[in-house]
């Protein structure tokens, strides 16, 4: 857990630190706006509770929807193959930088998950697939297109069973 959050905020941008300080600084602004008005009851705990649900709500939002917008990517999955004399699964597919920004590193996942005949049990699945499988892809230029493949190995399930790719680039 320790090594977790140092990634984490090795991996902060001036970006992150910025909407950090402007969530801190709205949650202040609310909190003696909700004191100003102590005399409004009402009024007051209103703007106390905007101030407590701006610092609990605005940092997660706001950094997920950052990060979608200056890192935006797109994965294709071009082909799965089950190999037949090897536990394992091949996956190819591509990797489109749509940001204006250069990608340093690019985490890969493959998530391999069950399916049912449960459109519920399926969504469920998607949550916790049973194999991961992540490769890095370096220095992807501004617009540049980059085949990859991933292994994912040992691989034993028989019965039906979905791919999903991610990637998170930085």
């Known amino acids: ?3 977790n959050i140092t990634a984490f905020i090795n991996g ?3 970006y992150d630190y910025a909407l950090f300080g402007g969530v801190f600084l709205l949650f202040i602004i609310f909190i003696i706006i909700g004191l100003m008005l102590r005399h409004k ?3 007051s705990l ?6 407590f649900t701006t610092l609990l709500v605005g940092p997660t939002v706001g950094y997920i929807k950052m ?3 200056l890192y935006k990517n797109s994965l294709t999955l ?9 536990k394992a699964v091949v996956v190819y597919g591509t990797l489109t930088n749509e940001s204006k920004k250069y990608f340093k590193v690019c985490k890969i996942t493959a998530n391999v998950y069950a399916v049912t ?6 969504y469920l699945k998607k949550l916790k697939p049973f194999q991961k499988m992540s490769i890095l ?3 992807i230029a501004v617009g540049e297109i980059r085949k990859f493949k991933i292994i994912v190995e040992p691989f034993t399930y028989n019965r039906d069973y979905n791919i999903s790719l991610g990637a998170d680039c930085k």
């Open 137 to 139: 892809e370096k220095d």
């Open 117 to 122: 005949s449960n459109k519920y049990k399926n």
């Open 41 to 43: 009851i009402i009024l």
């Open 1 to 3: 857990m320790k090594e």
């Open 46 to 51: 209103l703007f106390i509770l905007l101030a």
């Open 78 to 86: 071009t082909s799965q193959k089950h190999l037949q004399f090897s």
């Open 12 to 14: 902060l941008i001036p």
């Open 67 to 69: 990060h979608e917008y």
